[in-house]
């Protein structure tokens, strides 16, 4: 087994990215984030890569994306004021059928918002990130370990299936340190980059990588087949962690950071006989829709717990569809839940079961 | 076992480092551990605090709300935190910046004068590793030369003047009689 080193979320990322073959950042600084570009400054140097601080945002997705296009690994990074000034790029990443990895490390919002742990990006992430039909792979770690494994599988699975992949932590997770081990990076089978602009050297047909279909008909027909992708990610992709869910009367939701809250509420109210579980969804976008149905055949109530009014909660009812209560506990403009109380919650329900 | 702490002072105190010595420490022992710092204003020098939880569990929340110890290095970290400290638990209270006393009896209060002992041996801006010294000393949370070796192994060559002001520091903060 390899060593475990003590590392922030934010410099776990940026030091899975180096470790995966990623050779090239794009960002523009913003707190809780700036670890991340700050370390990836110092290293990337060392590997032959490139750590460049754009002019802005705005300017880092264009390079972000520029980067894809000739089919080398790319990540940027920013905090949700950051994100949302990326979204017309993010967009055109998506329209362009390009793989690239963009990290989100929440603060509260909206507007400037502030500076400490959100999760109320939930819906840009997984709703409206950009213009148009489309789709990011969403990921959401919910340990510093986490954070480091999943980048890894973000690159993976974009390079994959030719699309965009977000990190979707906060800034508590970028900020806490926590023993990493990074042990054997998995080697998985990786299509060819067949279609990057790269230089043709008059060897073969040039490359074309672009968003603009005048025809609309083209474009159904290039947006429909993009979707055939989306739905054969929402079978097989969608991961969730299952936590005492078998016998449990309410089963929580939770991602990220407020799922370890939770974690440490679900120990205290098993202590006094509660019989609650948890689903911590890892993929939030494909959403674990399959797990939360099963959980809501033999859970009497479903809690959403989450850093914001309550957005989540929307994907879960779905998944519930009707079948039992779904209630939400959130808090949010950088306050973290305490597991007290989420715990008052868990037992205000158990005593409406 | 789990034991919540809380380091707590002004920024420039060395008070995340303190917390981070803790955690390292632990993950050398092979224990599961968290380590929050506060973040934003706080690092240009304004209040500074950090949590840090030692568990041979899972790590849950990492938010300390009520910690098994607290150090509290100046006094709005000592009005701000006394009353949360668990009962039970150990706070220690650098006196030479804190000229209050808990009214506390459920709890293992420790005055030490951290920063008049940093500046009466010359090693000014130590404080914070003479209170780990009494810390250890206090919870037996960790072996003291196990503690030492790992604090002085973080130090790079280039900086190995500090490795003796640091052992001096944990050996005074070890021995000082509170």
């Not at chain 1, 939930?122 to 990011?136: E, S």
């Not at chain 2, 840090?52 to 098994?68: A, K, N, Q, R, W």
């Amino acid at each position: 087994m390899s060593e475990k080193v003590l590392m922030k979320g934010n410099e776990a990322i940026a030091e899975a990215a180096i470790k995966c073959g990623c050779r090239y950042f794009f960002g523009y600084p913003i707190t809780p984030q700036t670890e991340l570009s700050e370390y990836l400054a110092k290293k990337m140097p060392k590997v032959g890569g490139l750590c460049l601080q754009a002019e802005s945002e705005v300017a880092a997705i264009n390079m972000t994306m520029g980067a894809a296009a000739s089919g080398t690994r790319v990540i940027t990074s920013s905090s949700s004021p950051g994100i949302s000034l990326k979204s017309e790029g993010i967009s055109y990443i998506a329209g362009c059928d390009l793989p690239c990895v963009i990290v989100n490390i929440q603060r509260g919002g909206p507007g400037l918002g502030g500076i400490q742990p959100s999760q109320a990006d939930y819906y840009q992430a997984t709703r409206g990130v950009g213009h148009g039909d489309l789709r990011l792979l969403v990921f959401a770690p919910s340990s510093v370990q986490e954070m480091a494994q999943l980048t890894i599988e973000a690159f993976d699975l974009a390079d994959i299936y030719r699309m965009p992949a977000m990190i979707l932590a906060d800034g508590a997770l970028g900020q806490m340190m926590e023993p990493v081990d990074f042990g054997a990076i998995p080697q998985r089978e990786l299509p060819a980059k067949d279609w990057a602009a790269c230089g043709h050297e008059n060897k073969r047909k040039k490359n074309i990588v672009n968003s603009l279909y005048i025809d609309p008909q083209e474009l159904e027909n290039i947006v429909d087949q993009r979707y055939e992708r989306y739905a054969k990610i929402e079978e097989t992709e969608a991961r969730c962690e299952e936590y005492l869910t078998e016998d449990a009367d309410i089963v929580l939701v939770s991602f990220g950071i407020t799922a370890r809250v939770c974690k440490t509420a679900i120990g205290a109210a098993r202590a006094e006989g509660i019989k609650v579980g948890m689903i911590r969804p890892i993929t939030l976008w494909p959403f674990p829709k399959k797990a939360i149905q099963t959980a809501a055949c033999s859970a009497k109530a479903m809690l959403s717990v989450e850093m914001s009014k309550g957005q989540m909660i929307d994907d879960v009812r779905l998944a519930v569809n009707g079948q039992c209560p779904v209630e939400f506990y959130g808090r949010t403009g950088g306050m973290i839940p305490t597991p007290d109380a989420v715990l008052e919650k868990i037992r205000a329900m158990q005593a409406q079961l | 076992m789990t034991t919540a702490m809380l380091f707590a002072g002004f920024g420039g105190q060395g008070i995340l480092f303190s917390g981070k010595q803790m955690a390292k420490s632990a993950m050398y022992a092979g224990k599961n551990v968290s380590w929050l710092p506060s973040y934003g204003p706080e690092m240009r020098g304004g209040a500074a605090n950090c949590s840090v939880i030692i568990s041979d569990e899972e790590v849950g929340s990492p938010l300390v709300t009520s910690p098994d110890v607290l150090v509290a290095m100046n006094l709005p970290s000592y009005d701000k935190f006394e009353t949360s400290v668990k009962a039970g638990g150990y706070l220690i209270v650098d006196s030479s910046l804190i000229n209050k006393k808990s009214e506390r009896t459920d709890i293992n209060v420790c005055y030490i004068p951290a920063t008049a002992l940093a500046s009466e041996n010359h090693i000014e801006g130590m404080a914070n590793v003479i209170v780990l010294g009494q810390l250890l000393k206090l919870t037996g949370l960790f072996d003291y030369d196990t503690f030492l070796a790992d604090m002085l192994r973080g130090i790079p060559e280039s900086k190995a003047a500090l490795i003796e002001k640091n052992k001096k520091a944990l050996e005074l903060g070890y021995n000082y009689n509170a």
